[in-house]
């Protein structure tokens, strides 16, 4: 690597960086300023410095090429192992929810399906195709990956995706390939994963030109493991009746556990978050003014959806306290183990949600269910992601018949608001709230 | 059909009426896609009169097998050896998924972007139509791609006897080993139902059938590279397509005695379409019974299929798996080799398939391909386009569809291929 790009990137670090971060937390706070909504309560102090975080983490992204070796990465993907080579890691998966938010997804996706790609496929997968084509993006420009890094832990869909991008970029794609778990993780599987990471450390070695340190990848597992550990916590105050937060603010606080973990500043965030959750408890603040019922979210978010349904919901004095997707992050990586490193890294990502069988999936919902005070549950059947949406039908039946949640399946799209029907969505929700007002 | 199937569907928990609706169906369909092709090799009879038993002789004879102690096993792709299940005298049999049946019961059990496949696997079962589903002791569902992985949990739900076989999606040294764990697996879980003890002679019987069905396939692959073509692809799918119902042997022995006809024919350059005809390769996703809708556009716009690249065809028959070794290690060893040659999308990466459907579209020297995709399929939506790319540099005209099992859009396509035919036709 040139000692250019090393120099410009730590100056962006050192400098650059911190003035945009600036800048961020003051545009958030004129916005604030402005949209107040009645039905919510006062919004989270936090939010200026997760803009930041994240704003800084996508800036810094465009010097990292040349200076750090760069990889694209999939949400589920056992990043750990990454961040021992000192790899700066963009996650296309969260780029795309960005885009979604930003209401882009039918643009981008719409570059993708110029190019041949069908508009059945994934939107996040589109986007990306998008974005990698066009150059197109919100945060400016995204880095050129020296490696591509996915795992089916989630869905194989990323399989075809990456391959397309390292078709493109012409560099290589490491695969982390996890037996679906049916009933129990067998001995088989579990070797089967370490091999494979036995396998990459050489292969990481080269690209990243950094020598492989137990030490660093122990303490990256260390910082890995507490910061899903603070998650947890986070999400567990919204056990507490009024919750301090909602599901919606839970979608846009998880990007750091998504994107920058194993890093030290996921762990200092979650756990100044936490405290702010805390005081609000203790205060008995509420996230929304009203909460009269308590819902439970499946699947990812309808990104471009989240205001208006935030807003939607509080109204009627209905608080999402809990979701199966934000609860993802919480649930495995504390498997990991510094003392025996690469088996529980494989447990943490084999036996997460999208891998793992249905009964597995309807015994920790009916575990939130009880443990957050769940009135009702809205299942979001994403066209784009068929692991989470294929088995709903059969959750929301189960879970009627033996602990009475009502529920309502919405058929949207995480980002490509053309699968999205606001008319289909509103009747079927109007059904809902009426069934759950009348105690279900 | 007679009275004696009518209670033989009735016993199996059939809904009748659903069920004669179905045959009706499946039968005009079959006229009029099958019986109206001039000049059909005779050796057709044969599997015409399979098509028109499918439901009833052939069920009846697995039950008949049942009935002497026999088991019965129903799977849904290629990865499922039959080599195993032949050994302990079990009878594997494809299970249906070609056609659209109950689709709204279907949609409250799958989500609606759902592939035809699965939908119509499901709806086989929940609209009481499929003797198979119901014969079967044991229906061995396979991690192949996302929405299979996922609804065999629901299916689960819906049939007491469903095993789940796991697959690598990698093509390494520790894929294979993970593929001969699950094949060992699946060994012991096929001793355990049948009480064969599989040993040394068992497994190389089991691998002679089965290779023997291949090779027999492999014959007639060979004879469609003839121009004139000697018989049609609607045909020749259709023999691949009762590769998976029919006895082996007695299979063998049929596609063996028209391969026979139509050496004779290719020696007097006779054909089903005229010498020249515009020669089509047919890549992607498989094709079950009734599934025709595509080769019979294709074939009725004025081309000829000579080569499927799908699991109904070559790539789930090329390769045999070799009787090397003396020992059930050794034996289990050839049947992983062979299996894991299979180069299905779920792998990554996964550049032997695009080589495969170039080396075929040269040697079957078709003017074009048309890669198919089941609408949602995201492994072969996906990989069509380094397909499409691929065979273009390679400078052979590439047509991609996306389709289903319904006819709503069969003008559209036909449209779209007769502008293809046209253009390969001109080179």
């Given at each position: 690597?040139?000692?250019?790009?090393?120099?410009?990137?730590?100056?962006?670090?050192?400098?650059?960086?911190?003035?945009?971060?600036g800048?961020?937390?003051?545009?958030?706070?004129?916005?604030?300023?402005?949209?107040?909504?009645?039905?919510?309560?006062?919004?989270?102090?936090?939010?200026?410095?997760?803009?930041?975080?994240?704003?800084?983490?996508?800036?810094?992204s465009?010097?990292?090429?040349?200076?750090?070796?760069?990889?694209?990465?999939?949400?589920?993907a056992?990043?750990?192992?990454?961040?021992?080579?000192?790899?700066?890691?963009?996650?296309?998966?969260?780029?795309?929810?960005?885009?979604?938010?930003?209401?882009?997804?039918?643009?981008?996706?719409?570059?993708?399906?110029?190019?041949?790609?069908?508009?059945d496929?994934?939107?996040?997968?589109?986007?990306?195709?998008?974005?990698?084509?066009?150059?197109?993006t919100?945060?400016?420009?995204?880095?050129?990956?020296?490696?591509?890094?996915?795992?089916?832990?989630?869905?194989?869909?990323?399989?075809?995706?990456?391959?397309?991008?390292?078709?493109?970029?012409?560099?290589?794609?490491?695969v982390?390939?996890?037996?679906?778990?049916?009933?129990?993780?067998?001995?088989?599987?579990?070797?089967?994963?370490?091999?494979?990471?036995?396998?990459?450390?050489?292969?990481?070695?080269r690209?990243?030109?950094?020598?492989?340190s137990?030490?660093?990848?122990?303490?990256?597992?260390?910082?890995?493991?507490?910061?899903?550990?603070?998650?947890?916590?986070?999400?567990?105050?919204?056990k507490?009746?009024p919750s301090?937060m909602?599901i919606?603010?839970?979608?846009?606080?998880?990007?750091?556990?998504?994107?920058?973990?194993?890093?030290?500043v996921?762990?200092?965030?979650?756990?100044?978050?936490?405290?702010?959750?805390?005081?609000?408890?203790?205060?008995?603040?509420?996230?929304i003014?009203?909460?009269?019922?308590?819902?439970m979210?499946?699947n990812?978010?309808?990104?471009?959806?989240?205001?208006?349904?935030s807003?939607?919901?509080?109204?009627?004095?209905?608080?999402f306290?809990?979701?199966?997707?934000?609860?993802?992050?919480?649930?495995?990586i504390?498997?990991?183990?510094?003392?025996?490193p690469?088996e529980?890294?494989?447990k943490?990502?084999?036996?997460?949600?999208?891998?793992?069988?249905?009964?597995?999936?309807?015994k920790?919902m009916?575990?939130?269910?009880?443990?957050y005070?769940?009135?009702?549950?809205?299942?979001?059947?994403?066209r784009?992601?068929?692991p989470?949406?294929?088995?709903?039908?059969?959750?929301?039946?189960?879970l009627?018949?033996?602990?009475?949640?009502?529920?309502?399946v919405?058929?949207?799209?995480?980002?490509?608001?053309?699968?999205?029907?606001e008319?289909?969505?509103?009747?079927?929700?109007?059904?809902?709230?009426?069934?759950?007002?009348?105690?279900? | 059909?007679?009275?004696e199937?009518?209670?033989?569907?009735?016993?199996l928990?059939?809904?009748l009426?659903?069920?004669?609706?179905l045959?009706?169906?499946?039968?005009?369909?079959?006229?009029?896609?099958?019986?109206?092709?001039e000049?059909?090799?005779?050796?057709?009879?044969?599997?015409?009169f399979?098509?028109s038993?499918?439901?009833?002789?052939?069920?009846?004879?697995?039950?008949?097998?049942?009935a002497?102690?026999?088991?019965?096993i129903?799977?849904?792709?290629?990865?499922?050896?039959?080599?195993?299940?032949?050994?302990?005298?079990?009878?594997?049999?494809?299970?249906?998924?070609?056609?659209?049946?109950?689709?709204?019961?279907?949609?409250?059990?799958l989500?609606?972007?759902?592939?035809?496949?699965?939908?119509?696997?499901?709806?086989?079962?929940?609209?009481?139509v499929?003797p198979?589903?119901?014969?079967?002791?044991?229906?061995?569902?396979?991690?192949?791609?996302?929405?299979?992985?996922?609804?065999?949990?629901?299916?689960?739900?819906?049939?007491?006897?469903?095993?789940?076989?796991?697959?690598?999606?990698?093509?390494?040294?520790?894929?294979?080993?993970?593929?001969?764990?699950?094949y060992?697996?699946?060994?012991?879980?096929?001793?355990?139902?049948?009480g064969?003890?599989?040993?040394?002679?068992?497994?190389?019987?089991?691998?002679?059938?089965?290779?023997?069905?291949?090779k027999?396939?492999?014959?007639?692959?060979?004879?469609?590279?003839?121009?004139?073509?000697?018989i049609?692809?609607?045909?020749?799918?259709?023999?691949?397509?009762?590769?998976f119902?029919?006895?082996?042997?007695?299979?063998?022995n049929?596609?063996?005695?028209?391969?026979?006809?139509?050496?004779?024919?290719?020696?007097?350059s006779?054909g089903?379409?005229?010498?020249?005809?515009p020669?089509?390769?047919?890549s992607?996703?498989?094709?079950?019974?009734?599934n025709?809708?595509?080769?019979?556009?294709?074939?009725?716009?004025?081309?000829?299929?000579?080569?499927?690249?799908?699991?109904?065809?070559?790539?789930?028959?090329?390769?045999?798996?070799?009787?090397?070794?003396?020992?059930?290690?050794?034996?289990?060893?050839?049947?992983?080799?062979?299996?894991?040659?299979?180069?299905?999308?779920?792998f990554?990466?996964?550049?032997?398939?695009?080589?495969h459907?170039?080396?075929?579209?040269?040697?079957?020297?078709?003017?074009?391909?048309?890669?198919y995709?089941?609408q949602?399929?995201?492994?072969?939506?996906?990989?069509?386009?380094?397909?499409?790319k691929?065979?273009?540099?390679?400078?052979?005209?590439?047509?991609?569809?996306?389709?289903?099992?319904?006819?709503?859009?069969?003008?559209?396509?036909?449209?779209?291929?007769?502008?293809?035919?046209?253009?390969i036709?001109?080179?």
């Amino acid at each position: 690597m040139s000692i250019a790009p090393e120099i410009r990137y730590r100056f962006m670090k050192d400098i650059g960086a911190p003035l945009v971060m600036g800048m961020a937390g003051l545009k958030g706070k004129r916005k604030a300023a402005i949209k107040r909504d009645i039905p919510l309560g006062p919004p989270l102090k936090c939010s200026k410095r997760l803009k930041e975080i994240m704003t800084r983490h996508y800036f810094l992204s465009r010097y990292a090429e040349g200076a750090r070796p760069v990889a694209w990465v999939t949400s589920g993907a056992p990043v750990e192992l990454l961040r021992a080579f000192d790899f700066y890691t963009v996650y296309p998966e969260n780029h795309g929810a960005l885009c979604g938010a930003q209401k882009l997804g039918p643009e981008l996706c719409s570059i993708a399906e110029g190019h041949g790609y069908n508009q059945d496929l994934c939107s996040y997968a589109r986007i990306d195709i998008g974005v990698c084509l066009s150059g197109k993006t919100p945060v400016g420009r995204l880095p050129r990956p020296d490696i591509l890094f996915a795992s089916n832990n989630i869905c194989q869909t990323v399989m075809y995706w990456y391959r397309v991008l390292a078709h493109h970029w012409k560099i290589p794609l490491m695969v982390f390939d996890t037996p679906f778990n049916f009933v129990s993780l067998d001995r088989s599987a579990i070797t089967y994963m370490v091999r494979q990471f036995e396998e990459m450390i050489p292969e990481l070695e080269r690209i990243s030109g950094r020598k492989f340190s137990e030490k660093k990848f122990k303490e990256v597992l260390r910082l890995g493991k507490s910061s899903a550990m603070a998650w947890g916590e986070v999400l567990a105050t919204m056990k507490t009746v009024p919750s301090p937060m909602t599901i919606f603010d839970a979608f846009v606080h998880l990007a750091p556990i998504v994107s920058l973990r194993g890093l030290p500043v996921t762990l200092e965030y979650y756990n100044v978050l936490l405290s702010e959750l805390k005081d609000r408890v203790s205060k008995g603040i509420g996230a929304i003014v009203n909460e009269r019922k308590r819902l439970m979210w499946d699947n990812i978010a309808i990104w471009y959806k989240i205001r208006d349904f935030s807003r939607l919901f509080a109204e009627r004095g209905m608080n999402f306290v809990t979701a199966t997707y934000t609860n993802a992050w919480a649930e495995t990586i504390s498997y990991m183990d510094e003392r025996n490193p690469m088996e529980s890294l494989a447990k943490a990502y084999s036996l997460v949600i999208l891998n793992n069988n249905l009964d597995h999936r309807l015994k920790l919902m009916e575990r939130l269910i009880k443990e957050y005070q769940v009135d009702g549950l809205v299942i979001h059947s994403a066209r784009s992601c068929k692991p989470y949406s294929v088995g709903q039908y059969d959750l929301k039946r189960l879970l009627m018949e033996r602990l009475a949640v009502p529920s309502v399946v919405i058929e949207a799209d995480i980002t490509d608001f053309r699968a999205y029907s606001e008319e289909q969505t509103t009747t079927r929700l109007e059904a809902f709230f009426e069934n759950i007002e009348d105690g279900g | 059909m007679s009275e004696e199937y009518r209670s033989m569907w009735k016993d199996l928990g059939l809904d009748l009426e659903a069920h004669d609706a179905l045959l009706a169906a499946l039968g005009q369909g079959y006229k009029d896609v099958f019986m109206t092709q001039e000049n059909r090799p005779k050796g057709m009879e044969y599997f015409d009169f399979v098509v028109s038993q499918v439901h009833g002789l052939r069920v009846k004879e697995l039950l008949d097998e049942k009935a002497a102690g026999r088991k019965v096993i129903g799977s849904f792709c290629v990865f499922v050896p039959e080599e195993i299940v032949r050994a302990a005298d079990a009878t594997l049999v494809g299970l249906c998924t070609g056609a659209d049946f109950a689709t709204e019961e279907v949609e409250k059990y799958l989500p609606r972007n759902t592939c035809a496949l699965i939908k119509s696997a499901f709806g086989f079962k929940l609209g009481k139509v499929c003797p198979y589903i119901e014969s079967a002791d044991m229906i061995v569902g396979e991690n192949t791609c996302d929405g299979k992985k996922k609804s065999y949990e629901t299916l689960g739900k819906l049939v007491p006897n469903l095993y789940v076989m796991d697959l690598p999606q990698v093509k390494t040294a520790g894929g294979r080993e993970l593929l001969r764990t699950e094949y060992l697996r699946f060994k012991t879980a096929v001793e355990d139902l049948t009480g064969v003890k599989i040993d040394a002679a068992r497994l190389k019987k089991g691998i002679e059938i089965v290779n023997n069905k291949r090779k027999a396939i492999h014959r007639l692959a060979k004879l469609r590279k003839a121009d004139p073509a000697a018989i049609s692809g609607l045909d020749a799918l259709l023999i691949n397509q009762v590769f998976f119902y029919d006895d082996p042997v007695r299979f063998t022995n049929s596609v063996n005695r028209i391969c026979d006809e139509l050496e004779a024919r290719i020696a007097k350059s006779e054909g089903v379409f005229p010498k020249g005809a515009p020669r089509v390769l047919l890549s992607g996703c498989p094709m079950a019974v009734p599934n025709w809708k595509l080769p019979w556009i294709i074939e009725t716009s004025g081309a000829v299929i000579v080569g499927e690249e799908s699991c109904v065809g070559e790539r789930g028959t090329r390769n045999l798996t070799e009787p090397k070794g003396e020992t059930v290690d050794d034996l289990m060893d050839a049947i992983v080799e062979r299996h894991f040659k299979v180069d299905c999308a779920i792998f990554t990466p996964n550049p032997d398939r695009i080589a495969h459907v170039k080396e075929m579209a040269g040697d079957y020297k078709a003017d074009g391909v048309i890669h198919y995709s089941l609408q949602f399929c995201q492994p072969y939506i996906m990989e069509s386009i380094p397909v499409e790319k691929e065979l273009e540099s390679a400078r052979i005209p590439t047509l991609r569809i996306e389709t289903d099992y319904g006819s709503e859009d069969a003008g559209q396509l036909k449209t779209r291929i007769q502008a293809f035919i046209e253009m390969i036709g001109s080179k």
